[in-house]
């Protein structure tokens, strides 16, 4: 297929935490607010003159200051973003927002604190309280902090308008980026996809480390260029995956996969478009800030919820997405050291081998892939083993009526 005319441009972004959009954002005088995850609603930090970043360390190499501080039995994401921090990366953020959604990112954020690592005047911290059940008490637990923890402080410390108004043209402007992420989506569900994996999860990215307003256009015009775009005659991979799991900001992760042979249809990982870029639907009866917590609270795909029907809606969910977007089988990811998804993994593989019947392959993986020997020998082995499965007349893309562990396919 021929390139896409931004890609090259989406790339660039992605190759510093502090990227040209910041900049230009910032130089404009307005308010860049560092968060580390899902729970944290985007919505309530991307208001007026403030927008939010996800932070990521590109280029990660070594971690050993983030790993003196934090030792080496937590996960690597939290001690890149540690790492980056000391060696000066963050400088740009004017706040960091945290969740107690994992102890690993939690204690990176204190540590960075405790450390004293951003130097500007009015910086702050904060640390919410999410819910760990997603019920009534969860959702009042969720606004308190949300209206507390993050609305407040931006009023207060920068003068951030944060009325329902406001609020609402937040959702709205939201919306429109989801809208394009979505409908770039759809296009994996096509029998030759004209989108690759690894195109749309860079770009996909980077509506989570922009300013999403500055990214707006490129977006709109990527999305024409490829409802015209026609897929190559020779389909080059030769299986469909769901890659699931832990969170991932590397780009080479899904590069790997597809280099591999395995088209990667479908994601569920923080920092992608399932659940992360679904529309916020808002009605005029309620409160505005309680229907986004809704929101967040019931999206929320992270182990971190751990009531029974949130546990088995995980499952579903991936079952779901597996079907629509026609994968033959699943990855399912953790990053090395990561707590909520290693018990995830390794529960949410095997209901998804035995119950559902999906060929899975499960992957223990460190914050940045590179070019894995290991786990590009592994994934060849798994597209290998389903397409032998496929010769013997054993599956059918997106049905998951058939069984093959992991251990029977390598
Ligand atoms: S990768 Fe896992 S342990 Fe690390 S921050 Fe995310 S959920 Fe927490």
């Not at 902090?145 to 951030?160: A, D, S, V």
Request: aromatic share 10%.
């Amino acid at each position: 297929m021929k390139d896409l005319k931004h890609l090259y441009y989406f790339e660039n972004l992605l190759m510093d935490a502090d990227n040209e959009l910041v900049r230009q954002a910032q130089a404009d005088g307005r308010i860049c607010v560092g968060s580390v995850c899902y729970q944290i609603p985007e919505v309530l930090m991307n208001l007026g003159n403030a927008f939010t970043v996800r932070l990521r360390a590109p280029r990660t190499g070594s971690m050993e200051m983030g790993t003196y501080y934090l030792t080496s039995l937590l996960c690597e994401y939290s001690r890149a973003l540690l790492e980056r921090a000391i060696e000066g990366g963050y400088q740009f953020l004017d706040c960091l927002m945290a969740p107690d959604g994992c102890t690993m990112i939690n204690r990176c954020v204190e540590n960075m604190e405790l450390l004293k690592i951003n130097e500007k005047e009015h910086f702050f911290y904060k640390y919410l309280e999410v819910p760990m059940k997603a019920d009534d008490n969860g959702l009042n637990l969720y606004v308190s902090q949300c209206k507390e923890k993050i609305l407040t402080p931006l009023h207060e410390k920068f003068g951030i308008d944060i009325s329902d108004e406001a609020l609402r043209k937040s959702v709205e402007e939201h919306n429109k980026i989801c809208r394009i992420i979505t409908e770039l989506g759809n296009f994996r569900k096509e029998e030759k996809p004209r989108i690759t994996g690894y195109e749309f999860h860079i770009i996909t990215m980077c509506t989570y480390v922009c300013p999403q307003d500055l990214l707006l256009e490129k977006l709109e015009e990527t999305l024409e260029e490829v409802k015209n775009r026609q897929p190559d005659e020779k389909w080059p991979y030769r299986a469909r995956v769901a890659v699931v799991g832990s969170e991932i900001d590397d780009i080479d992760m899904i590069k790997l996969i597809e280099d591999s042979g395995a088209y990667v249809c479908a994601d569920r990982f923080c920092f992608g478009s399932l659940p992360g870029r679904e529309e916020i639907i808002l009605n005029d009866d309620e409160d505005v800030l309680t229907q986004i917590c809704r929101h967040y609270m019931m999206t929320c795909m992270c182990p971190r919820h751990m009531d029974t029907p949130k546990m088995n809606r995980r499952r579903e969910y991936v079952d779901e997405i597996a079907k629509k977007y026609k994968a033959d089988g699943i990855i399912y990811e953790q990053m090395k050291f990561c707590d909520p998804w290693a018990y995830e993994r390794m529960v949410g593989s095997h209901v998804l081998r035995e119950e559902y019947g999906y060929p899975v392959l499960t992957i223990d993986r460190p914050y940045a892939v590179g070019n894995s020997g290991q786990i590009r020998t592994r994934v060849q082995a798994f597209v290998e083993s389903i397409e032998i499965k496929k010769i013997q007349g054993g599956i059918k893309s997106g049905e998951s009526n058939w069984k093959l562990s992991t251990r029977e396919a390598l």
